[in-house]
């Protein structure tokens, strides 16, 4: 039992470390063509650049329906979570999150990449940035402080995906659990250092080293596509590997919570102390029979494994 | 209240320490050093609410204040910047910083101290405070207990005072006798008179001895006076040692409270430097020297001979009276033995004289007297109530009924001398003559309450067990009646009784009671006694059904769990001997054979889901 | 009928993931291909392109080729979005079987220690700091009996605050020391015998290096005390008669009260009272002394 978990777990680290080589490496060589490229003018005649961009540019009401619809979103997860106490209504929301926000709009409303907006559009006033975008920036955070983490349960596509793969969860050992969290926070600070960068450095990480928006996608990078795919499979069996040791955005959501009043907890007055909702728990959120709210991410997989919801309390 | 020359009272007493209360010191102090001057941060006595301990109480310079109860350090913390105005001006700018960094960092740091606060005025506390009189628990968790110049703002050693300048002792004995007062111990013999029996033994060397061996399990006023007030029963001791002509007072002091012997002796040298006892009282030759002795642990050495044999260095055993104590005691000389609760009314009547004191209470007893309210109760602690009240008063409104909602079936008051007074007698008035009819004894104040999960054959054997095992054994009938009525006993909680077992207890006990030389052979019956005379129908169960009503005596009782189970697997963790398997979310079943009845599944189970059953 | 459901559901769970494999193999299989096509096609283009400057009649076999590049490029596209999609749908009908079976197997059985081990850290109440336990004999019996006697006289009198003053120090009554005083002072052998069987407080064996009283008062017992000393007895394994563990580390005394009545049940370690306690938590409390090795 406890070789596999830490085999399972030397795999977890060794696919971070690939993760960042290949960032690294990606990074030193990945040049723009497009600016080197001929533009229309230049070559004459009736040439038009095709459409290269995905997804498609949309219609700025739809635009703005999105985000409605991710605000909406996270009103059911909260209502779901908080009210409702109920997993398999995070699980229907799950399914149709990852179906629109992922596969339908192909994860292009991004909190996570909009970071790097926000901050290119904070140091250069030159930089304009779609009203659209600050919004889908800051919606989540807004939410998460009064509420904490609404939107990483159900709501974004990338945890969503990892969500519904958790098949086996084994507990990571709290002191790796830190350490390996601390990723988050360089490769946060990595983004926005990159992205304020001029020209030739200047980059959007976020965006370019999305493991799952490939299969958003349904096309990207092969190396990505299959450090997606081995996210995927370690995510089988670690809760959400990406969304608790990569995810940029989930600090800044981590930071707001703990202003959060409110959030996920164990009900103090009808508790048992039978510790079972910490064991079902897999991202370590609970601690010492008390919910660790910055780091809970909102499945409601406790109220699930309460007896006092369980099959037994059900039949009185 | 916010500002400077705030006092911060920390309750150190022994159960305040076991509560908790050095950590709260410690924080409160880290945290008005912090802020320079603008605290004065004292350790305090109990004020004898220990249920809401450890106990912190603010006081501004405008004499208001503020009662914080079941404080933590980080709830002390937020107290002390609640109250205190910093002097320095660093601490001010980091107070304000990290309450501006409080608001980011985790929400449950700033303890929110409404909950914390006890509003005299209001509720519960108000019930609690509002039917006692507080005589001799006066200063007690107000003053620093270490501290001379506390007691002495608080008219402390003036009583003393005005008897060595205007009193002679004929006059003072005569206030004590006006005022009714009786001996807290137990019996009740009038002070006054004994004093005067005292006084009237010829001349020579004299002693005066502060009985505070308090042995009785369930009592603890003396320990809370000692902790809380020592000045005060240094004063009583002294003044009696004027009124009868001693020279030489003792403290006799379990060694079961090493606060409170502490504390004693740091009283009598702080009022020896200051020259209010001993040779160095300017203009009386009132020569008086102070000792304190600490008992060895035996219940007897409560008893007045046998507290002076031990003190002689021997075996504590009783001896038969007359010569009493007052005619031949310590050394063979006229020694006068008081209660620490008698000694502490004294100063107070002094003072006041004996008017205020005998318009409290009934016709025979005077003033005021301390309960220690302990057992299932919700405010338990020490209360000082005027003499009269009834069992009921005490019980609901002061006690604020039984815990858990559960039934109340009967007060143990007295200790082993003492005995049960079931509910249906709680209209009984606190008087020494109405206890006595009902078959208990006021006793030195221990009142534990019992609900309906309180099995009173268990309960007699208790006591029988600790009368047994403390019996100096002088006596044939209290050394082998005891045993043969604890055998009796132990045989009905193992559902092995006999019958014609309960006509022996009460022969023996009779035998016992009439046979015994001293008060512990003579009381040892009561708690046998009074339980057969208003439970006989759980004696019967015990003996006839072999089952126990309360569901108690474990050789009768069976655990078993109820639909209620929801699976938790709490019970499962707890069980010592693993008779309880481990299945999550499937109904819990206990292993008759392996189950030993430690009741800790019971204990641990939120849902209420494990009976206990006596078939 | 539920077997054979679960049969079914099992083979779907295989097919799936069989399929899952199939899929990522043949898009490996394609990219792989279109990865060793791509330099080829690239140098056929390059080598068209040299030729037509050397002879303008190759052009059309440019546009050819680039033709056929571009189907060809349009062909696995959507070769591999219809791949891609049963990848998804084989995927997601994987996991949705397995959890199902997950469900049907029912919940988790967590081995138990764990869970134990979870729960082991004392939840509450104040941490024990205790001072070292006293040395015992740095000083010799001899003058150390000498002072105490100094101290409180050599009457019969002072027996007790003698005898107080050795079990202060030793921990218990030594033979030798007893000697020692009955030699200094008139208190007799008998009167020491009497006095140290006669009182509780005194022992004549020595006992662990901390001292658990576990308070038997009457609050304490409707409290619960006798569940708490046996709880401590049967965790320090004591054995019956005796009062001490193997390790002389514990010695579990019942007394009669320490006057903590509202704070019912309590135990006393050393002097430091902890009250409000179950018998899980006096062994918490215990434990929080023990985790020092017991040399």
């Not at chain 2, 001398?417 to 079931?422: D, E, L, N, T």
């Not at chain 2, 029988?464 to 100096?472: A, D």
Request: with cysteine; glycine share 10%; hydrophobic share 40%.
């Amino acid at each position: 039992m406890k070789s596999r978990a830490s085999t399972l777990l030397a795999a977890a680290a060794g696919l971070i470390l690939l993760f960042a080589v290949n960032a690294a490496g990606q990074a030193m060589q990945y040049e723009r063509p497009v600016q080197a490229a001929p533009q229309e003018e230049g070559i004459g005649g009736s040439y038009k650049t095709p459409a290269v961009q995905k997804p498609q540019p949309r219609s700025y009401w739809l635009e703005v329906l999105d985000v409605v619809l991710m605000a909406v979103a996270m009103g059911i997860s909260v209502w779901v979570v908080l009210r409702r106490r109920s997993r398999k209504w995070v699980l229907a929301l799950t399914v149709a999150c990852l179906g629109y926000f992922g596969f339908y709009r192909e994860g292009c409303i991004c909190p996570i990449g909009s970071i790097q907006n926000v901050s290119v559009a904070l140091t250069d006033p030159g930089y304009a940035i779609p009203i659209v975008v600050t919004a889908v920036f800051f919606l989540p955070l807004l939410v998460a402080l009064f509420f904490g983490r609404a939107f990483c349960g159900g709501v974004c596509p990338l945890g969503a995906l990892q969500e519904l793969v958790l098949l086996k969860p084994l507990r990571v050992p709290r002191r790796l659990d830190r350490a390996l969290g601390l990723l988050r926070y360089a490769y946060l600070g990595g983004a926005v250092w990159l992205a304020l960068q001029p020209f030739p450095v200047h980059d959007f990480i976020i965006c370019r080293f999305d493991p799952f928006v490939g299969f958003f996608r349904m096309a990207g990078f092969a190396h990505m596509l299959y450090i997606g795919a081995a996210f995927l499979v370690l995510g089988i069996f670690v809760g959400r590997p990406y969304c608790r040791f990569l995810c940029p955005y989930g600090v800044l959501l981590e930071w707001v919570t703990r202003l959060a009043g409110r959030g996920v907890s164990i009900t103090p007055d009808k508790e048992l102390d039978c510790g079972l909702c910490q064991e079902s728990c897999p991202y370590g959120a609970i601690e010492k029979m008390r919910v660790v709210r910055p780091k809970c991410l909102y499945c409601a997989r406790c109220f699930e494994s309460c007896p006092r919801e369980g099959p037994l309390a059900r039949k009185r | 209240m916010k500002g400077k020359g705030v006092e911060i009272r920390i309750g150190l007493g022994s159960c305040g320490i076991a509560g908790g209360a050095e950590a709260v010191r410690a924080a409160i102090e880290q945290e008005a050093r912090q802020a320079g001057a603008g605290a004065v941060v004292k350790a305090v006595g109990c004020n004898g609410m220990c249920h809401r301990e450890p106990l912190v109480e603010v006081a501004g310079s405008d004499g208001g204040t503020v009662l914080y109860g079941n404080v933590t350090a980080e709830a002390a913390r937020s107290i002390v910047r609640r109250h205190v105005r910093p002097g320095a001006v660093q601490a001010r700018l980091r107070w304000a910083a990290e309450r501006v960094a409080g608001l980011f960092g985790n929400g449950g740091a700033r303890a929110r101290l409404a909950g914390y606060r006890v509003d005299r005025g209001s509720g519960g506390a108000a019930s609690y405070l509002g039917k006692q009189q507080r005589i001799v628990l006066e200063n007690c968790g107000e003053i620093d207990p270490e501290s001379i110049d506390d007691y002495l703002a608080r008219e402390g050693y003036q009583a003393l005072d005005k008897c060595l300048r205007q009193l002679k002792p004929a006059e003072l004995i005569q206030i004590i006798t006006d005022s009714g007062l009786r001996g807290r111990g137990g019996a009740g013999f009038g002070t006054g008179l004994k004093w005067d029996l005292a006084r009237r033994q010829p001349e020579g060397d004299k002693y005066v001895i502060c009985n505070g061996d308090e042995g009785d399990p369930g009592a603890f006023m003396d320990r809370l006076v000692l902790e809380s007030d020592p000045h005060r029963v240094v004063e009583g001791l002294a003044i009696a040692a004027y009124a009868i002509g001693a020279a030489e007072g003792i403290f006799y002091i379990r060694a079961e409270y090493p606060l409170a012997v502490r504390r004693i002796r740091e009283a009598v040298r702080q009022a020896e430097e200051r020259g209010l006892l001993g040779r160095g009282i300017p203009g009386s030759d009132f020569p008086l020297r102070l000792e304190v002795r600490e008992g060895a642990g035996a219940f007897v050495c409560g008893e007045e001979t046998a507290l002076i044999r031990s003190l002689e260095g021997e075996r504590g055993t009783p001896r038969l009276r007359p010569p009493y104590p007052i005619q031949r005691g310590y050394r063979g000389r006229p020694t006068l033995v008081n209660n620490v609760e008698t000694l502490a009314c004294v100063p107070w009547i002094v003072r006041r004289g004996a008017g205020p004191f005998a318009a409290l209470g009934t016709e025979k007893s005077k003033g005021t007297k301390v309960f220690a309210l302990a057992g299932k109760i919700n405010r338990g602690g020490l209360v000082e109530v005027p003499m009269g009240i009834t069992i009921r008063e005490v019980v609901e409104d002061i006690g604020g009924g039984i815990k858990d909602g559960r039934k109340f079936k009967a007060v143990q008051l007295g200790g082993p001398s003492g005995g049960c007074i079931p509910a249906r007698l709680a209209g009984t008035p606190i008087d020494y003559e109405a206890l006595a009819s009902t078959g208990a004894i006021m006793g030195s104040g221990g009142l534990v309450v019992l609900d309906d999960s309180d099995c009173m054959v268990d309960l007699a054997r208790f006591f029988l067990r600790f009368t047994q095992s403390e019996s100096c054994g002088k006596c044939t009938f209290c050394r082998i009646g005891t045993k043969r009525m604890l055998e009796i006993l132990e045989r009905l909680c193992a559902g092995q009784g006999r019958s014609g077992d309960l006509e022996n207890l009460e022969l023996l006990a009779g035998h016992a009671g009439r046979g015994s030389l001293c008060g512990l052979g003579q009381t040892a019956p009561n708690p046998v006694l009074t339980t057969l005379r208003y439970f006989p129908e759980e004696y019967k169960a015990h003996l006839l059904e072999k089952r126990c009503p309360a569901g108690r005596c474990t050789a009768l009782i069976r655990y078993q769990v109820t639909a209620g189970c929801t699976g938790c697997t709490s019970c499962a963790q707890v069980c010592p001997v693993k008779a309880i398997a481990y299945r999550p979310y499937e109904r819990h079943e206990i292993d008759q054979d392996l189950c030993t009845r430690c009741d800790m599944c019971r204990q641990a189970c939120q849902e209420q889901a494990i009976e206990v059953v006596s078939p | 009928m539920n077997q054979t459901l679960h049969q079914r559901v099992r083979w779907a769970a295989w097919i799936a993931a069989a399929a899952v494999a199939v899929c990522v193999l043949l898009l490996t299989i394609s990219y792989a291909a279109a990865r060793l096509q791509a330099p080829r096609d690239e140098k056929t283009v390059a080598e068209l392109k040299r030729k037509v400057r050397e002879d303008a009649s190759f052009a059309p076999r440019i546009e050819a080729e680039h033709k056929r590049i571009t189907a060809a490029l349009q062909q696995r596209r959507k070769r591999d979005d219809v791949i891609a999609i049963v990848l998804l749908l084989a995927a997601s009908l994987f996991v949705a079987a397995a959890k199902w079976l997950a469900a049907c197997g029912g919940r988790r059985q967590l081995p138990m220690d764990r869970l134990v081990q979870l729960k082991a850290a004392p939840r509450q109440g104040p941490a024990l700091t205790l001072p070292a336990a006293p040395g015992g004999a740095e000083e010799p019996h001899q003058a150390f009996v000498e002072r105490i006697v100094e101290q409180h006289g050599r009457s019969r009198e002072a027996a007790i605050p003698i005898l107080q003053a050795i079990q202060a120090h030793y921990r218990y009554l030594p033979d030798e020391a007893l000697k020692l005083v009955c030699e200094l002072t008139e208190i007799t052998p008998a009167q020491i015998a009497g006095s140290s069987s006669f009182y509780s407080q005194f022992r004549r064996s020595p006992r662990g290096r901390h001292v658990v009283r576990v308070c038997h008062g009457t609050a304490c017992h409707v409290a619960g005390a006798r569940l708490i000393t046996d709880e401590l007895r049967r965790r320090l394994e004591i054995p019956g008669g005796a009062d001490t563990d193997a390790q002389r580390l514990f010695t579990v005394d019942e007394v009669a009260c320490v006057g903590c009545c509202s704070l019912a049940p309590v135990i006393m370690v050393d002097g430091q009272t902890v009250g409000k306690l179950t018998p899980t938590g006096a062994c918490d409390a215990l434990d929080g002394i023990r985790s020092p090795s017991p040399a």
